[in-house]
């Protein structure tokens, strides 16, 4: 295993561990670079998002861009539910807007399996979609990354 291709922490997971690779994995999605977000999933990764499923970088790549160019205004929040030694199991909640001005919150959980060096290998995702209107909106951060003194999920009663 290459010295680069190492993604930290590795398994296998603490408690601790696993909290970090979660909030890792909500601020890169929340900076909305994909190329940069691929480089946390091995080169053959598989994926299963909503009715799709897709392997590799360069198909995350592209998955990401035309997720974000659907969802305006994402924001992200992750918390953890359970992990293993080389896995983590993730809900989730997003908010955004469809280019009609539209708001939505997302709810998901994520199925997340890793390899040696911490990259994913394996990213099982189940979402739900509710319309909100804007004063139902929770997310209200700027910036790439939701502030450390932001309530998580369960604070917010989601």
């Known amino acids: 295993m290459q010295v680069d291709s190492l993604r930290p922490p590795l398994p296998p997971f603490t408690f601790e561990d696993a909290v ?26 598989l ?13 995350i790549i592209e998955f990401l861009k035309r997720k974000w160019r659907r969802e305006l205004e994402y924001r992200l929040m992750k918390e953890i539910w359970s992990h293993g030694d080389n896995r983590i199991a993730v809900r989730f909640a997003y908010e955004w807007r469809d280019q009609q ?36 909106r929770l997310f209200h951060w700027t910036g790439d990354a939701r ?11 989601l």
């Open 20 to 45: 970090i690779k979660v909030r890792k994995a909500e601020d890169a999605w929340n900076g909305k670079r994909p190329e940069s977000i691929a480089l946390a999933y091995s080169t053959n990764s």
């Open 47 to 59: 994926w299963r998002n909503r009715d799709e499923s897709f392997q590799g970088r360069p198909a």
């Open 101 to 136: 001005g539209q708001w939505f919150r997302s709810y998901g959980n994520e199925n997340w399996e890793f390899d040696g060096g911490g990259l994913m290998q394996a990213r099982h995702a189940s979402i739900n979609d509710r319309l909100i209107n804007p004063g139902e």
């Open 147 to 157: 502030p450390t003194d932001h309530p998580e999920l369960t604070e917010l009663g």
